[in-house]
Protein backbone atom coordinates (compact mmCIF):
# COMPACT_ATOMS: atom_id res chain seq x y z
CA UNK A 1 0.00 0.00 0.00
CA UNK A 2 1.44 3.07 -0.91
CA UNK A 3 0.75 6.96 0.70
CA UNK A 4 -1.45 8.06 -2.01
CA UNK A 5 -3.99 4.83 -1.90
CA UNK A 6 -3.78 5.77 2.12
CA UNK A 7 -4.63 9.41 1.34
CA UNK A 8 -7.38 8.77 -1.08
CA UNK A 9 -9.25 6.61 1.97
CA UNK A 10 -11.97 8.48 4.11
CA UNK A 11 -10.40 10.31 6.80
CA UNK A 12 -12.58 8.13 9.81
CA UNK A 13 -11.94 4.77 8.44
CA UNK A 14 -8.05 5.46 7.62
CA UNK A 15 -8.52 6.04 11.50
CA UNK A 16 -10.07 3.60 12.65
CA UNK A 17 -8.12 1.27 10.77
CA UNK A 18 -4.93 2.64 12.08
CA UNK A 19 -6.29 2.27 15.43
CA UNK A 20 -7.62 -1.41 15.12
CA UNK A 21 -4.39 -2.52 12.83
CA UNK A 22 -1.90 -0.50 15.76
CA UNK A 23 -3.79 -2.43 18.99
CA UNK A 24 -3.61 -5.86 17.03
CA UNK A 25 0.12 -5.01 16.68
CA UNK A 26 0.27 -3.94 20.25
CA UNK A 27 -1.42 -7.27 21.28
CA UNK A 28 1.37 -8.93 19.68
CA UNK A 29 4.05 -6.74 21.34
CA UNK A 30 2.56 -7.46 24.58
CA UNK A 31 2.58 -10.79 24.03
CA UNK A 32 6.70 -10.45 22.90
CA UNK A 33 7.55 -8.22 26.02
CA UNK A 34 6.37 -11.36 28.41
CA UNK A 35 7.79 -13.99 26.46
CA UNK A 36 11.16 -12.63 24.95
CA UNK A 37 12.80 -12.43 28.43
CA UNK A 38 11.80 -15.83 29.68
CA UNK A 39 13.35 -17.05 26.89
CA UNK A 40 10.07 -18.41 25.45
CA UNK A 41 9.17 -18.86 21.70
CA UNK A 42 7.40 -15.41 20.06
CA UNK A 43 5.71 -16.90 17.46
CA UNK A 44 5.02 -20.62 18.49
CA UNK A 45 2.56 -21.93 20.74
CA UNK A 46 -1.14 -20.53 21.50
CA UNK A 47 -1.59 -17.75 23.91
CA UNK A 48 -2.31 -19.18 27.18
CA UNK A 49 -2.81 -17.44 31.12
CA UNK A 50 0.16 -17.13 32.54
CA UNK A 51 -1.60 -17.94 35.94
CA UNK A 52 -3.74 -20.69 35.47
CA UNK A 53 -2.45 -22.05 32.07
CA UNK A 54 -5.18 -22.49 29.65
CA UNK A 55 -5.27 -21.46 26.30
CA UNK A 56 -7.05 -18.44 25.27
CA UNK A 57 -10.29 -17.95 23.16
CA UNK A 58 -10.29 -15.56 20.33
CA UNK A 59 -12.93 -13.71 22.58
CA UNK A 60 -10.40 -13.70 25.17
CA UNK A 61 -7.41 -12.06 22.63
CA UNK A 62 -9.54 -8.97 20.90
CA UNK A 63 -7.27 -6.00 21.81
CA UNK A 64 -8.16 -3.64 24.04
CA UNK A 65 -11.78 -4.43 24.59
CA UNK A 66 -11.11 -7.86 26.05
CA UNK A 67 -8.83 -6.78 28.79
CA UNK A 68 -11.57 -4.06 29.47
CA UNK A 69 -14.10 -6.58 29.75
CA UNK A 70 -12.29 -9.20 31.95
CA UNK A 71 -11.28 -6.21 33.86
CA UNK A 72 -7.65 -7.43 33.41
CA UNK A 73 -8.13 -10.39 34.94
CA UNK A 74 -8.14 -14.11 33.69
CA UNK A 75 -12.05 -15.52 33.50
CA UNK A 76 -11.57 -18.97 34.84
CA UNK A 77 -8.38 -18.29 37.89
CA UNK A 78 -9.25 -14.39 38.24
CA UNK A 79 -5.33 -13.95 37.56
CA UNK A 80 -3.86 -10.92 36.74
CA UNK A 81 -3.22 -9.82 32.94
CA UNK A 82 -0.73 -7.21 34.18
CA UNK A 83 -1.07 -3.46 32.86
CA UNK A 84 1.78 -3.97 30.34
CA UNK A 85 -0.43 -5.91 28.02
CA UNK A 86 -3.02 -3.14 28.03
CA UNK A 87 -0.49 -0.42 27.60
CA UNK A 88 1.01 -2.40 24.91
CA UNK A 89 -2.03 -2.70 22.80
CA UNK A 90 -3.56 1.04 23.76
CA UNK A 91 0.28 2.47 22.88
CA UNK A 92 0.35 0.57 19.50
CA UNK A 93 -3.57 1.97 18.75
CA UNK A 94 -2.38 5.80 19.40
CA UNK A 95 0.86 5.14 17.14
CA UNK A 96 -0.99 4.38 14.29
CA UNK A 97 -3.62 6.80 14.78
CA UNK A 98 -0.93 9.76 15.83
CA UNK A 99 1.20 8.40 12.57
CA UNK A 100 -1.96 9.50 9.97
CA UNK A 101 -2.61 11.99 12.12
CA UNK A 102 1.00 14.00 12.19
CA UNK A 103 3.57 11.95 9.96
CA UNK A 104 4.55 13.57 6.52
CA UNK A 105 1.69 11.91 4.04
CA UNK A 106 4.38 9.19 2.33
CA UNK A 107 5.92 8.64 6.02
CA UNK A 108 2.79 7.15 7.96
CA UNK A 109 3.61 3.65 7.02
CA UNK A 110 7.14 4.51 8.36
CA UNK A 111 6.15 6.23 11.80
CA UNK A 112 4.02 3.36 12.49
CA UNK A 113 6.78 0.59 11.63
CA UNK A 114 9.40 3.04 14.17
CA UNK A 115 7.18 3.79 16.91
CA UNK A 116 6.31 0.27 17.35
CA UNK A 117 9.33 -1.12 17.58
CA UNK A 118 10.69 1.79 19.80
CA UNK A 119 7.26 1.12 21.57
CA UNK A 120 8.43 -2.46 22.73
CA UNK A 121 12.04 -1.55 23.25
CA UNK A 122 11.35 0.98 25.65
CA UNK A 123 8.89 -1.50 27.51
CA UNK A 124 11.85 -3.95 27.55
CA UNK A 125 14.27 -1.42 28.47
CA UNK A 126 11.97 -0.08 31.45
CA UNK A 127 10.86 -3.71 32.75
CA UNK A 128 14.22 -5.42 32.73
CA UNK A 129 17.04 -2.59 31.54
CA UNK A 130 17.22 -4.98 28.57
CA UNK A 131 17.67 -3.89 24.87
CA UNK A 132 17.84 -7.11 22.96
CA UNK A 133 20.55 -6.54 20.31
CA UNK A 134 18.10 -8.81 17.53
CA UNK A 135 15.46 -6.12 18.25
CA UNK A 136 17.54 -3.19 18.00
CA UNK A 137 19.26 -5.14 14.71
CA UNK A 138 15.69 -5.07 13.00
CA UNK A 139 15.49 -1.39 13.97
CA UNK A 140 18.15 -0.71 11.91
CA UNK A 141 17.39 -2.68 9.24
CA UNK A 142 13.67 -1.50 8.52
CA UNK A 143 15.15 1.89 8.72
CA UNK A 144 17.87 1.20 6.21
CA UNK A 145 15.27 -0.50 4.32
CA UNK A 146 12.99 2.67 4.59
CA UNK A 147 16.08 5.07 3.25
CA UNK A 148 16.63 2.95 0.52
CA UNK A 149 13.05 3.12 -0.82
CA UNK A 150 12.97 7.11 -0.63
CA UNK A 151 16.61 7.00 -2.38
CA UNK A 152 14.64 5.01 -5.01
CA UNK A 153 11.98 7.24 -4.92
CA UNK A 154 14.27 10.56 -5.32
CA UNK A 155 16.62 8.98 -7.40
CA UNK A 156 19.58 10.21 -5.45
CA UNK A 157 21.73 8.40 -2.81
CA UNK A 158 21.48 11.61 -0.45
CA UNK A 159 19.55 10.12 2.27
CA UNK A 160 20.81 6.90 2.43
CA UNK A 161 24.32 8.57 2.73
CA UNK A 162 22.39 11.10 5.36
CA UNK A 163 21.03 7.77 7.04
CA UNK A 164 24.30 5.89 7.14
CA UNK A 165 26.39 9.22 8.71
CA UNK A 166 23.29 9.10 11.44
CA UNK A 167 23.64 6.12 12.48
CA UNK A 168 27.80 5.99 12.68
CA UNK A 169 27.61 9.23 14.70
CA UNK A 170 24.60 7.66 17.09
CA UNK A 171 26.60 4.71 17.70
CA UNK A 172 30.00 6.46 18.47
CA UNK A 173 29.30 9.07 20.44
CA UNK A 174 27.61 6.73 22.69
CA UNK A 175 30.02 4.59 22.84
CA UNK A 176 32.87 7.16 23.14
CA UNK A 177 30.72 8.09 26.48
CA UNK A 178 30.26 4.88 27.96
CA UNK A 179 34.25 4.22 27.20
CA UNK A 180 35.16 7.69 29.11
CA UNK A 181 32.65 6.35 32.09
CA UNK A 182 34.57 3.29 32.42
CA UNK A 183 37.85 4.68 32.76
CA UNK A 184 37.00 7.73 34.86
CA UNK A 185 34.81 5.64 37.22
CA UNK A 186 36.24 2.31 36.76
CA UNK A 187 32.56 0.94 35.97
CA UNK A 188 30.13 0.88 33.54
CA UNK A 189 27.55 3.68 33.48
CA UNK A 190 25.75 2.79 30.38
CA UNK A 191 24.02 -0.53 29.58
CA UNK A 192 25.90 -2.42 26.04
CA UNK A 193 22.86 -2.07 24.42
CA UNK A 194 22.29 1.81 24.34
CA UNK A 195 25.45 2.57 21.64
CA UNK A 196 23.52 0.02 18.57
CA UNK A 197 20.02 1.53 19.72
CA UNK A 198 21.50 5.12 19.49
CA UNK A 199 23.16 4.31 16.35
CA UNK A 200 19.83 2.57 15.27
CA UNK A 201 18.08 5.62 15.83
CA UNK A 202 20.27 8.10 13.92
CA UNK A 203 19.88 6.26 10.86
CA UNK A 204 16.06 6.90 11.21
CA UNK A 205 16.53 10.18 12.14
CA UNK A 206 20.17 11.27 10.71
CA UNK A 207 23.42 13.16 12.16
CA UNK A 208 20.93 16.46 13.38
CA UNK A 209 18.83 14.15 14.62
CA UNK A 210 21.10 12.17 16.78
CA UNK A 211 21.73 15.42 18.50
CA UNK A 212 18.17 16.14 19.13
CA UNK A 213 17.50 12.95 20.68
CA UNK A 214 20.49 13.11 23.01
CA UNK A 215 19.41 16.49 23.83
CA UNK A 216 15.62 15.46 24.66
CA UNK A 217 16.50 11.94 25.80
CA UNK A 218 18.25 14.16 28.77
CA UNK A 219 15.27 16.19 29.75
CA UNK A 220 13.32 13.25 30.05
CA UNK A 221 16.14 11.55 32.31
CA UNK A 222 15.81 14.88 34.16
CA UNK A 223 12.23 14.66 34.61
CA UNK A 224 12.11 11.14 35.12
CA UNK A 225 15.00 11.32 38.35
CA UNK A 226 12.70 14.38 39.50
CA UNK A 227 9.54 12.26 39.54
CA UNK A 228 11.25 9.93 41.71
CA UNK A 229 12.13 12.03 43.95
CA UNK A 230 9.11 13.59 44.62
CA UNK A 231 7.90 10.08 44.94
CA UNK A 232 10.03 9.75 47.86
CA UNK A 233 12.26 6.80 45.87
CA UNK A 234 16.13 6.72 47.20
CA UNK A 235 18.59 7.90 44.16
CA UNK A 236 22.25 7.26 44.35
CA UNK A 237 24.81 7.50 41.80
CA UNK A 238 24.19 3.92 41.03
CA UNK A 239 20.67 4.05 40.64
CA UNK A 240 19.87 2.76 37.16
CA UNK A 241 18.05 4.27 35.06
CA UNK A 242 16.78 3.18 31.51
CA UNK A 243 17.98 5.12 28.84
CA UNK A 244 16.70 3.08 26.25
CA UNK A 245 13.40 4.09 27.48
CA UNK A 246 14.24 7.84 27.36
CA UNK A 247 15.72 7.80 23.98
CA UNK A 248 12.64 5.68 22.45
CA UNK A 249 10.25 8.09 24.29
CA UNK A 250 12.15 11.45 22.42
CA UNK A 251 13.02 9.65 18.84
CA UNK A 252 9.21 8.95 17.59
CA UNK A 253 8.44 12.42 18.41
CA UNK A 254 11.02 13.73 16.82
CA UNK A 255 10.35 11.55 13.72
CA UNK A 256 6.88 12.43 13.94
CA UNK A 257 7.62 16.12 13.52
CA UNK A 258 10.99 16.12 10.97
CA UNK A 259 10.72 12.54 9.07
CA UNK A 260 14.10 10.80 8.11
CA UNK A 261 17.31 12.67 8.70
Not at 49 to 74: F, M
Not at 155 to 165: G, I, K, R, S
Not at 214 to 232: E, F, H, P, R, T
Amino acid sequence: MNSYMIIALPTGALLTGAAVFGAVIGSFLGAVLVRLPAGRSVVGGRSACDGCGKALTVVELVPVLSWAIQRGKCRDCGASIGGAQIVCEVGGALIGVASVLWARETLALAAMLFGWQLLLLALLDLRHLWLPRVLVGWLAVSGVLVVIAQAIAVEALDPLLVALTGGALGYLLFWMIARFYLKARGHEGMGSGDPPLMGAIGIWLGPLGVVEVMLGASIVGIIAAIVMLVSKRTIAADTALPLGTCLAATAWPMFLLQGLG
